[in-house]
C-alpha cells in the first residue's frame, strides 16, 4: 500500500498562484509515474498532469502553461505549481501514482491516491 498525502491547497483570487505538494512517506516517487486529477464540484475527475518515470510531462490542454508537474527526487516529493489560476479551476485536487513506468488518463488505472486538497480560486 502507497500513502500519498497532498497539502498546499487554498483560497486565491484569479490570475494568483498556487503550489500543491504530495509526499510518499516510505516510497520513492522516482521510479513510477504520478499524475495530478481535479474534481470540480458536481463534475467527473479528471487528469491534469503527468510526469513519467523518466520525467517527461503531459498535461490537459485546460492547464497547459500555466501548471507544471515537478518531483523532488531527492526529497520524494510530487508539486504541481499553479499559476494564471481561474474560477474554472476550483475543484478537489488529488495525487495519485498507476505504479507503472508511463501514466495513463484513466483514473481507474490508479489504484493509490491522496486524500485531496481543496482549491477555490474566485
Known amino acids: 500500500h502507497v500513502q500519498l498525502v497532498e497539502s498546499g491547497g487554498g483560497s486565491v483570487q484569479a490570475g494568483g498562484s498556487l503550489r500543491l505538494s504530495c509526499a510518499a512517506p516510505?516510497?520513492?516517487?522516482?521510479?513510477?509515474?504520478m499524475a495530478w486529477f481535479r474534481q470540480p464540484p458536481g463534475k467527473e475527475r479528471e487528469g491534469i498532469a503527468y510526469i513519467h518515470h523518466d520525467l517527461t510531462t503531459d498535461y490537459a490542454d485546460s492547464v497547459k502553461g500555466r501548471f507544471t508537474i515537478s518531483k523532488d527526487v531527492a526529497e520524494n516529493i510530487l508539486y504541481l505549481q499553479m499559476n494564471s489560476l481561474k474560477p474554472e479551476d476550483t475543484a478537489d485536487y488529488y495525487c495519485a501514482t498507476n505504479w507503472r513506468l508511463r501514466c495513463t488518463e484513466n483514473p481507474s488505472d490508479f489504484p493509490y491516491w491522496g486524500q485531496g486538497t481543496q482549491v477555490t480560486v474566485s
Open positions: 516510505g516510497h520513492t516517487h522516482s521510479t513510477y509515474c
